[in-house]
């Protein structure tokens, strides 16, 4: 016959079952990225006021409890009296934001911690963001007395939206003029802004202090530009005085006296030996 065959003998140990071993449990907690506002014992309330200091009647109220990086939030009005108020919800720290929808809005929020049973006041300011508006810029800054500087404005129309975001257009093409009795104007005072609604001039201005600059738009909106106080320009250098090496000087009560470096050169002496 052939080679002997050998055949494999099933195995004889069973593998492990785990199903029935207890795993530990690690410590720590569940965490949720869920946050509700409600229902609590605790009330924000506050109201609404607007430049000139008198309410503002139906301004949209944001409050948003904070929890974390998240955040719930909900939308309430103000009332004939500027008032709002927003019952039954959980304390903590809130976020607050008001505007009205094209004109006014609070363009940073206001935040404030409310215990669990308080009741916590809040007042919010708007402003005017409706219409064209002008932003200086000048170079150097402060400007000096007597030296030109470089001036410029941008200007956009500034309108709020629903959701109390500030929105400006470039206003291009539109012309401009400026005016103010410290101050030279290098080009003409009259101009248009570019494409993206700036517009440059070189200007001098004559007499330290915040002088008063007018910036016309369009012939018809006069605006006075906020800029820094003009300033006098920095003394000029000391004189230097550059010595010789090895000179002398003297100094005597109201006098100085530089002596010249004296130098003295011998000749070589040359010595030849006869041969």
Not at 135 to 157: D, Y
Not at 183 to 197: E, F, L
Request: aromatic share 4%; net charge positive; charged share 15%.
């Amino acid at each position: 016959g052939g080679p002997p065959c050998w055949a494999a003998r099933p195995p004889t140990t069973a593998p492990p079952d785990y199903r029935a071993v207890a795993l530990p449990v690690a410590p720590g907690r569940t965490t949720t990225t869920t946050v509700v506002m409600g229902p609590g014992l605790a009330t924000v309330r506050g109201r609404v006021v607007g430049p000139d200091g008198l309410p503002v009647l139906g301004a949209n109220v944001r409050v948003e409890r904070l929890v974390g990086d998240a955040a719930a939030r909900t939308d309430v009005l103000s009332g004939e009296d500027g008032a709002w108020s927003l019952p039954n919800v959980l304390g903590g720290r809130y976020r607050i934001r008001a505007w009205r929808a094209p004109d006014l809005a609070q363009t940073e929020p206001s935040f404030v911690y409310v215990g669990y049973r308080e009741t916590a006041p809040v007042e919010q300011k708007v402003a005017v963001h409706v219409g064209t508006f002008a932003v200086p810029a000048i170079a150097p800054s402060p400007p000096r007395v007597g030296e030109p500087a470089t001036l410029a404005v941008q200007v956009t129309s500034r309108s709020v939206d629903a959701e109390g975001v500030v929105r400006g257009t470039p206003r291009a093409a539109t012309p401009v003029e400026i005016a103010g009795a410290a101050w030279s104007v290098v080009p003409p005072a009259a101009t248009a802004t570019d494409a993206g609604g700036q517009a440059r001039w070189q200007v001098v201005c004559r007499a330290t202090g915040v002088q008063p600059l007018r910036l016309v738009v369009g012939g018809v909106e006069p605006f006075e530009i906020a800029l820094p106080a003009c300033a006098e320009p920095p003394p000029p250098p000391a004189p230097t005085t550059i010595t010789a090496p090895g000179a002398t000087t003297t100094t005597r009560p109201g006098a100085t006296t530089t002596r010249p470096a004296t130098t003295t050169t011998r000749a070589p002496t040359a010595t030849t030996r006869p041969r």
